[in-house]
């Protein structure tokens, strides 16, 4: 694996990882949206993350090599969460209420979007952690030659 390869996985895992903040800062700020342009509740947003393919450029130049390292990370999608349950309230006098006095709730959960939240912290961190390691060795290497 060359030392631009661990630049560019780091910094893909950088930038996943801020998209992924960007989603759940969308989702907190819409905990309470009881109706959207198409007159339903806010849906829950999912990030989906996979591993970045070894492209048509990079096939010419490891060619008869056998490079098992990967290429970083990429945001295959973003998705609606259909699998959690909206929340249903009892508030006859919420402009959004039907006709029982029930209010649906998007299917946000703050403690979920928080702890979310901390891991693509903490993982943006490492990433930021690793490229600076690879940025020093870098240094490093090019000081030897120096003496």
């Avoid at 903040?21 to 806010?42: F, L, M, S």
């Avoid at 056998?66 to 259909?82: C, H, I, L, Q, R």
């Avoid at 703050?110 to 979310?116: C, F």
Wanted: hydrophobic share 30%; glycine share 6%; net charge negative.
């Amino acid at each position: 694996m060359s030392l631009f390869q661990s630049f560019d996985i780091s910094s893909s895992g950088m930038t996943a990882q801020r998209f992924r903040t960007d989603i759940i800062a969308e989702n907190v700020a819409n905990v309470t949206t009881t109706r959207t342009e198409d007159g339903t509740p806010y849906t829950r947003q999912v990030v989906t993350f996979a591993e970045k393919t070894e492209t048509a450029y990079q096939n010419l130049i490891t060619m008869g090599k056998n490079n098992k390292a990967g290429y970083g990370v990429k945001v295959t999608s973003v998705t609606e969460d259909t699998d959690t349950d909206y929340v249903i309230e009892y508030d006859p006098t919420h402009p959004d209420a039907d006709e029982n006095g029930y209010v649906t709730y998007p299917n946000v959960n703050i403690v979920t979007e928080m702890t979310n939240l901390i891991d693509a912290s903490r993982s943006y961190e490492a990433n930021a952690t690793a490229f600076e390691s690879s940025k020093n060795l870098a240094q490093t290497g090019l000081g030897i030659g120096k003496s």
